[in-house]
């Protein structure tokens, strides 16, 4: 990636260097928190705790553990900064303390017109818009990945998979509503934190940016040039980073700012991943308290976060971090419960896999299956990698997941709302906007000090820099034959069919004949995306 075509304004005091990327794995100190999904109009008002900021920047090691325990971090988390900061760093003061300061928003609101751009994955609002959202959604190299030599097949490929899955998907969006319920909240979300921004003398438009449905990214992106935004802070979603989500949507966006002369010039900043932000933490652990006390013995139930899954290639051979940072994120608010008095025994696994590779283990339906045998009789779910309601917490966990806890001897089943529009989580998302306001712009830092800062801020291009970087081929799940009914004969079995279903459309398609072009399937009505 081009650092210098991409034009960016630095505002730090060191130039960039071609150190500045930030670490491999992108495990960053950034605020925030969450509500839930009743999405009010209610005035909130700012009770974020203010902390002892100190006005010796020099000194950051008094300042981090001022800071870690007015959150309350866990040992674990606590920050690597073992050099003392320079006093030219002044961005790194705002970003240490939470109630995030008017004077910092000050110094940065009144020159330019700041945007905030939600990013998000997007889901079909009807039942007709569940094929081509299908299709977008396969479309995406960083969903499914081909060998190179194949990539000319990836949207032959997602138009296949998306015509065959739609029925199953179909059904489930119908047994919700018949559409996804994601475009409704985020725009929700997005309006409460203007509302918050607005409130913390921050005024900033907030736009909503889909990656497989609309608004698509490039209608907000268009949106924010017409409004003449100069300052964007990019916001993704998603408490924790993944390839297949928030590295989507950056690499999107970087392929937009690319091209774009606008885009070019305008100063931004990415929050890549939140998930360890005090607020988000505490509005998780006042979910599952308030949910806990629904039970008959609160104390004997057992918490059972499930995450959405990710193929295991992506974090083992992709370096993909998501797995690494939802351990964490289930760490830190077991802790937070525990300074709460809640003990209760806790585990988490993965749900939603797709296609015939090995996913994130363990497996959410097999442990429930699992804890059933071993005499578990009360289950709480909580949905821990998105914070909207969307099919997957109504459909997969509230239906499926929950029929079957009831058939494995499981007597009591409770399940945490999403986030939604809780007041704390808006105005802890407020705040971690604010907080990256002095790094808009200024993301080509080269000092140490700041990438190892609390913040995970870096631009767009920075951070997918960082990760393609790390990132090789997505290997075969696979490597040696085994004989007999084993795992690997099944993954042998998937990929010999894959391979002759690549085979067969690539004769489809370049003969123009065949079993696709007899029902219909091909040709293919591709642009759906520009
Ligand atoms: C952190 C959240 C998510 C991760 C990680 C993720 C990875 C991932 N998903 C698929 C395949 C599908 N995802 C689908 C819908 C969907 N996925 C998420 C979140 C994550 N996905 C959301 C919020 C939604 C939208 C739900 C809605 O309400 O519309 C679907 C479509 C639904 C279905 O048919 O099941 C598919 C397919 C893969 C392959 C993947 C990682 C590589
Ligand atoms: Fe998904």
Redesign the pocket.
Known sequence: MNHQSMNIRIQAPCPPSPSSVLPPRFNHKTPLILPRVNCSNEVVSHVVPQMEASSDVGNSSINISKNKRAFGWSQKQSLSLKQPLKNDLKPLKALMTSSTTQDTSASFVNDGKIGVLLL?????ETLDD?QP??FN??ADP???RLPRLFRFLQKPLAQFISVA?AP??KE??AS?GGG???RQITDAQATELRKALYEKNVPAEVYVGMRY?HPFTEEAIEQIKKDGVNKLVVLPL?P?F?I??SGSSLRLLESIFREDEYLVNMQHTVIPSWYQREGYIKSMADLIEKELKTFNNPEKVMIFFS?????LA?VEEAGDP?KAEMEECVDLIMEELERRKINNQYTLAYQ?R??PVEWLKPYTDQTIIELGEKGVKSLLAVPI??V?????T?E?IDVEYKELALESGIKEWGRVPALGCEPTFIRDLADAVIESLPYVGAMAVSNLEARQSLVPLGSVEELLATYDSQRRELPAPVTVWEWGFTKSAETWNGRAAMLAVIVLLFLEVSTGEGFLHQWGVLPLQLPLLP
Request: charged share 15%.
């Open positions: 998000n994955l997007g889901g079909p569940v959202f299908l959604l396969f960083d969903i499914i899955r199953k998907s489930g969006y919700i996804s319920p994601l449905w998603y924790q993944s297949s989500t995450a959405h899954g990710v193929p992506y998501y939603s797709v296609g990698s998105f909207s309601e969307h099919i997957e109504l997969e």
